[in-house]
């Protein structure tokens, strides 16, 4: 339909629903506003890869892991990451990628970040075994998976994230389609935050049981963040400026989750639904106190709870967690579908994810109503800088 045509009449035609209020056209300053989301961009190229400490996290994500197919040796995975440096280039910036069959969808990047990562099969496949870092492999099974093959592991992953989820589905199409003789794609996984402009930009987010998630989380491009997330290179001199990604998909029971109240609920994690605030506590970010008991003597925040069991035992094993939800089709018969991408990124799984995960694997009081059913782990390769290409350090 023209412009002409909708001001000129089509409006009443279509009516009061939908595209009745023709916001983008008849009101100049909305126009303007929704043109800023989608020119945005955040720059891809520097040390560190962006997409991580990127603040606040765009609105949807799809991360891909995909597998090298046999014949891939170390010139094929230079090829793969050369290609994707100079595509991640463009399309960061709102530029077509190269061979873009379809540019125009390229000229709203809406803060695209794509973040590269390479998976504990790659070594040996390139023939460097030694040099993959000792926290590079599959994490141990615990009890309370139920892993599907379908999401779990991968030799490269790509991280998509964009305040607009067509640039998403097209950055995504346009980075596999450039290399899909070499790869095959083990499994795609698309999740969602609130879209932008929706909230203060900044508000923590909440997942699909309602509560306020990622309140204790180092400060992206702080100090503590730098020490906690960033490869300092002392076991493998090329990680230097990259590192780990641990991708959990967490299903969970809605319709169990559902039937228990809300202070069971609050309970179970340790804070309160309407703020976030600790139990002991009366906003968001108050300390929690963990010694405080009510007046029979029982503690306020349950030692059961999630909040309890996931805190850190020391300094040193704290983790960056970004998670997005995801909400898919129910499979026949079944009413939902839905969880949490548990993204965390920190410097080593073994020393600070893994502790975290082995306590809540133990107990966790939300265990009831989640369930693990993907795992993967990834080394995420240090950034790009000067004309160089993702993974040249482990490369060359
Ligand atoms: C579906 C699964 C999960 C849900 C719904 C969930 C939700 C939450 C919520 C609501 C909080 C409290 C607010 C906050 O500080 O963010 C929290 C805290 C936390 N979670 Fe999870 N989480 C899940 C899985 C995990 C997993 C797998 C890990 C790591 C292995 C983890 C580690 C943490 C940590 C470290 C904290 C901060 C604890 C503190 O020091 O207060 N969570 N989570």
Redesign the pocket.
Known sequence: MSRRRLLGGGVAALGAAGVGAATGYAIAGNRAEEAVVGSATIPWRGVHQAGIDTVPPQAHSMFVGLNLQDRVGPEELIGILKVWTEDIGRLTTGAPALADTEAELALLPARLTVTVGLGPGVFDAIGLPDRRPSWLAPLPAFEIDRLEPEFTGGDLLIQVCSDDPVTVAHAVRVLIKNVRSLVTIAWTQRGFRRSRGTEESGT?MR?L?G???????PTAGGTDFDALVWDDGSEQSWMEHGTSM?L?R?R?EMDTWDELDRPGREES???TLDT?A?LTGTSEFDE?DFDATDRFGIPVIPPSS??AR???TRDGE??F?R?YNYDDPPAPGELSNS??L?A?YQRDVLTQ?LP??QR?DEFDA?NRW?T?IGSAVFAILPGVVDGGYLGQSLLE
């Open positions: 923590t997942n049981m509560q306020v998630d990622g309140t204790v989380n641990v959990r967490i969970i994690m340790g804070r976030g600790p929690a999630h909040m996931a805190r850190h704290r983790i967690r998670a969880g949490l548990f965390s994810f975290i995960q809540l939300l989640t693990p």
